[in-house]
């Protein structure tokens, strides 16, 4: 299985401020179409996962454009301009490329100070 | 909007068979253009994926091989839902259930069920 890694694992956060959250993969997400198989979650305290961003920097229906996401092959961002209150919850990268077989990243809480 | 609303037991015993449902609004389990997957997450071992199942012209079920022997998905098409079931659980197998839908060219997970917590102890 291919085997995500996020880092940091937490991340407090002053409102108004960036944040910026890592995610590797341990083989490529590039496909030969050209996209990156990699989508970002949220998951709000006591909520289901949902969907942030999805191919690496397509925003979902309803995602501020604060969110960004961006990255190729191996090593990926996701990237907040300006943390509000209701960002927080857990933040998870998920690889497609090998679809069935999804996999997610241990998941980055992010907490406001 | 795509609603997916789950049911099930949420305390099973040891050895005994986990069973799930998912009862889809607003799409259709046999749509040609989805698939639908149950994950499962848990402290120990995060977001994990269990199945898959999709249909194109005909039925096809895709396994998690760390569950593959004693896990079946399986459509409904006359009450459009999808179920699970798991033999012969274990306490690792406590976790919150989510059913998914799978959509577009990276089968994105855009919908998802609201959980079930199901615990497995005798």
């Known amino acids: 299985d291919i085997v995500m890694t996020q880092s940091p694992l937490s991340l407090p956060v002053t409102p108004g401020e960036p944040a910026s959250i890592s995610c590797r993969s341990s083989q490529s997400l590039l496909h030969t179409n050209e996209y990156n198989y990699l989508h970002w979650y949220l998951q709000k305290p006591g909520q289901s996962p949902q969907l942030l961003i999805y191919l690496n920097s397509n925003r979902a229906s309803g995602v501020p454009d604060r969110f960004s996401g961006s990255g190729s092959g191996t090593d990926f961002t996701l990237k907040i301009s300006r943390v509000e209150a209701e960002d927080v919850g857990v933040y998870f990268c998920?690889?497609?490329?090998?679809?069935?077989?999804?996999?997610f990243g241990q998941g980055t809480r992010l907490e406001i100070k | 909007q795509v609603q997916l609303q789950q049911s099930g037991p949420r305390l099973v015993k040891p050895s005994q068979t986990l069973s799930l449902t998912c009862a889809i609004s607003?799409?259709?389990?046999?749509?040609?253009?989805?698939?639908w997957n149950w994950i499962r997450q848990s402290p120990s071992r995060g977001l994990e994926w269990l199945a898959r199942t999709y249909y194109r012209s005909k039925w096809y079920n895709d396994y998690a091989e760390s569950v593959k022997s004693r896990i079946t998905i399986y459509p409904d098409t006359s009450k459009n839902q999808l179920s699970l079931q798991l033999n012969s659980v274990t306490p690792e197998d406590t976790a919150v259930y989510y059913c998914?839908?799978?959509?577009?060219?990276?089968?994105?997970?855009?919908?998802w069920g609201r959980g079930t917590l199901v615990t497995v102890s005798s």
């Open positions: 998914a839908r799978a959509s577009g060219i990276a089968a994105t997970n855009d919908y």
């Open positions: 998920m690889q497609a490329i090998d679809t069935p077989r999804i996999t």
């Open positions: 607003g799409d259709s389990v046999s749509s040609e253009s989805v698939a």
